[in-house]
């Protein structure tokens, strides 16, 4: 069957726009790609419309090209009326090109998503829409000052992620759309936009749907698949009879108390600690057996999701005063969430939900053979489970002056102070015995992409202690201000004037040799200082590190030798990414905090940064990733993301993604759920080389994720 991508736009040159809001020629839209587009009724949309067609995935639309430098600095947001009729979510690349070619390919989680050889653009955003709704898909121009990269949430829209270069809007020459998912013949999907314009106006959301797309157990209701709960009956008698069978769970007979192996020990300290036998890296558990840390994430009786600005998508809301809902009912920022899995669990518990749900989920994890309670959980449920755990450490130290993201001053006395306040939260966990070891924060922002910080720093004239010891480190590194001025291109009277500077690009060679050395000076320091402060509280427990998202630069080794395991969020499919080095370099073992494989086969159109087939394909995916893991003397433990699906209209971000365990109802995926106790059976004899690991490699798919 031949794949088809089918986009189409309304040809005013006015629509939804005001004399403040420029509408692109939507003709020389067309021009830009005929070969692919012809003019046609819309379906979700009235009027005439454009419908493109792509045959493979990497063509492209390109919405405006020239140089007008008013019509970009003097708009807000770039909006895009959009709809499409699919079964799975659109995934819509915005590319912002500047006359010179970006500084490199861009990348995420899921590998290159930017660039080829026609060029890469300086900055892309991508962003998920929802299926069957029209939607305003929103895009803040601000974003292009490459501080943030999340998107905070529009009506209807998902989630966005900004990633590449920074650069001004008035400098844009060229900006294009990418579509996805593509991939014959699995994926066939047909879009609509409405049109494409700038405003300075937030715009408003369309009308309210006139057929919910949330159902009152949460569920989307655009399909059916297997497992989807029909009625209350249907749930209550799913956990009643889930809570009858939880007290009968334990772990194996061969396992310890802790989920250790008995097979093989060592000495016993107490606590959980790393160890090398001469052959691999292992954990060690408080009674001296070894241990791999296999665990879930996201282990917490919530799934809650944004609300606020499209409360027209639900067939049932609770009033917020409801005694039995009212705590399935919060707020984040500026928006109102709600949660549907704690309401299920209201439904059929009423008073007792939390206590049965404590009691179900124990039993579960039991059942299930695993051994950790992973990052993002419930840790006052965690802390009475009997069942090892890792801590998310909150609050990392910052600072009121930002270098780059949310990069803290780092020289700046406040750093010190707020590092001794950060490692204070230890003191009530440092003689628990079932914590494993803790994270100091997740994912920082300042590590997606291979930025020099130190540049980054120089962005604005913004004054710190940073810039004054790089000053003073210049001054060590040159023997005069005149030395300094000629490797630089410079004409300073001395070196503190170089804090008064701004740098839209390197002046030299020699200057971009000057500011990446100094960069690991700053994450070198960004590192110590929190370390030492939470090895004085508690000098028990593991340093499991910062859970970057992937290795983005040689930067991130410079923590190794102050982490007692390297962590990382490792989206590999189908295997974990590679490891062997991280260990080579920071002579520690490695320790996966998250992945995942999701499919759009059941109840939720997207599948995550990691994409399979069907729920089976799910589950063989698990297989081979958990146990090609644990054949690597490397890897003392990986975490899946997460135990709950997320909710169909998004979470706090928008992720929409069918990557739990459970589902909303707490119906749990029986393919994945089987092949991971297959795996986890016999985890420890992988990990010793007595059983060769699963080897069995599932079809990659393009990844539904944003």
Known sequence: MKTTIVIIIVLFLFSCATENSPTFDIQQIQKSNNEISVVENGVGFEGNVLKITPTNDDQSLT????????LWKNAQYLVCEIWHDNDFSAVLNVEFFRNERGAGNIVT?????????????????????????????????????????????????????????????????????RFGPWMEPHFMPEFEIAAVYLTNDEPESFSPVTEPVVDKFGQWTVKDWPGKTKNEQELETLLAGQLASAQTNSFPENWSKYGGWKEKKFEATGFFRAHHDG??????????????????????????GVSSGQEDLFAWLPD??????????????????????????????????????????????????????????????????GIPYVLPLSRFPSTKVQLYRDFPDVFAKEYENNAKDFAQQLNGYKNDSY???????????????????????????????????FAKWL????????????????????????????????????????????????????????CDEVEKVDPNHLNLGMRYAWLSSDLLYKAGERFDVFSINGYGNPGPPETAEIAKISGKPVMIGEFHFGSTDRGLPATGIQGVLS????????????????????????????????????????????????????????????????????????????????????????????
């Open 63 to 70: 919405i405006w090209e020239g140089t007008d430098p008013d």
């Open 109 to 177: 989680q899921s590998g290159t998503e930017a660039g080829d050889e026609d060029g890469t653009p300086r900055m892309s955003a991508k962003i998920g829409v929802l299926p069957k709704l029209k939607t305003k898909m929103v895009f803040p121009l601000e974003h292009l000052n490459g501080q943030e990269i999340f998107m905070r949430r529009f009506p209807r829209q998902l989630k966005g992620t900004v990633l590449g270069d920074r650069m001004k809007p008035e400098e844009t020459s060229k900006v294009i759309l």
């Open 279 to 304: 052959n691999r890296w292992w954990l060690v558990d408080p009674e001296g057996y070894v241990f791999v840390s296999v665990g879930v994430d996201c282990i917490r009786s919530t799934a809650s």
């Open 320 to 385: 917020e005063n409801d005694e039995l809902y009212k705590d399935g009912i919060s707020g984040r920022g500026e928006y109102q969430q709600v949660d549907f899995y704690k309401f299920n669990l209201m439904r059929v518990f009423g008073e007792k939900w939390r206590e049965n749900w404590e009691t179900i989920t124990s039993g579960q994890i039991r059942d299930f053979g695993i051994n950790t309670i992973g990052n993002w959980s419930d840790v006052g449920y965690a802390r009475k489970s």
């Open 435 to 469: 914590l494993i070891g803790y994270f100091l924060r997740n994912e920082p922002n300042w590590a997606f992409g291979a930025h020099d910080i130190a540049f980054e720093m120089f962005a604005t004239p913004q004054q710190s202690e940073s810039k004054n010891t």
């Open 475 to 530: 001054s060590q590194q040159y023997s005069s201000v005149e030395e300094l001025n000629q490797t630089w291109n410079l004409d300073l009277s001395d070196f503190e004037k170089i804090t008064q500077l701004v740098f839209d690009e390197y002046p030299s060679e020699g200057a971009k040799k000057d500011f990446w050395k100094f960069s690991e000076i700053l994450v070198a320091k960004y590192v110590n200082v929190p």
């Open 615 to 706: 729920q089976t394909d799910r589950g063989k995916a698990y297989r081979y990733y958990i146990e090609q893991g644990l054949a690597r003397p490397e890897l003392i433990g990986m975490h899946y993301f997460q135990w709950l699906d997320q909710p169909v209209f998004g979470r706090f971000d928008g992720e929409n993604y069918n990557i739990g365990f459970m589902d909303i109802c707490n119906n749990p995926y029986k393919e994945l759920i089987e092949a991971a106790k297959q795996t986890h059976q016999k985890m420890y004899e992988v990990a010793s080389g007595t059983e060769q690991p699963f080897n069995e490699i599932i079809e990659k798919i393009p990844p539904i994720h944003y």
